[in-house]
């Protein structure tokens, strides 16, 4: 197994357990714990798997929370891939979220543009300068979601 392979391996079986672990931390506490990581709040976002088709939940960082939108980020840690649930939101568009445990909400995806990103990446980088680190580690653009309620 070449080392990039190894190396992705062990960074999908952290990213399970860690978001696997967030979200018991959420159920058990009622959502009084862990609705926030690094400042910011945090939703679960549910995508639907582009080859399963089965709901698949992860917790995620909001960097920049609207009226009624969030805008969230692809970064998966700065690594050379997009992460799982940015293939299976750009496959189906319609999510659900759950902003600091609160109740589900249908909402659509849409990943911003180059121009969008470039005008919203500074308030991203504002909300947590890690995002910066993470975009110098990868040649890849990292994208930025928002997450609008579904019309």
């Known amino acids: 197994m070449p080392h990039t392979r190894r190396f992705r391996a062990a960074t999908d079986l952290y990213l399970k357990t860690v ?14 714990v862990g609705t926030r990581f690094k400042k ?11 080859r399963t088709r089965l709901p698949r939940t992860v917790i ?9 939108s969030y805008l969230i980020v692809a970064s998966r840690g700065g690594d ?30 849409r990943v911003l543009t180059p121009e ?7 308030q ?3 909300a947590y300068p890690g995002y910066q680190t993470y975009q110098k ?11 609008c309620p579904r019309e």
């Open 40 to 50: 910011m709040p945090t939703l679960a976002l549910t995508t639907t798997g582009r």
């Open 124 to 126: 991203v980088v504002a």
């Open 19 to 32: 978001t696997t672990a967030h979200r018991k931390l959420l159920d058990l506490s009622g959502g009084r």
């Open 137 to 147: 580690r990868t040649a890849r653009q990292i994208p930025l979601v928002l997450l």
């Open 116 to 122: 969008e990103r470039d005008r919203r990446w500074p």
């Open 80 to 109: 050379d891939i997009s992460p799982d649930w940015f293939h299976n939101l750009c496959a189906d568009p319609a999510v659900e979220v759950s902003f600091q445990h609160g109740a589900k909400q249908p909402m659509t995806a």
């Open 60 to 68: 995620l960082t909001v960097p920049v929370v609207g009226d009624d």
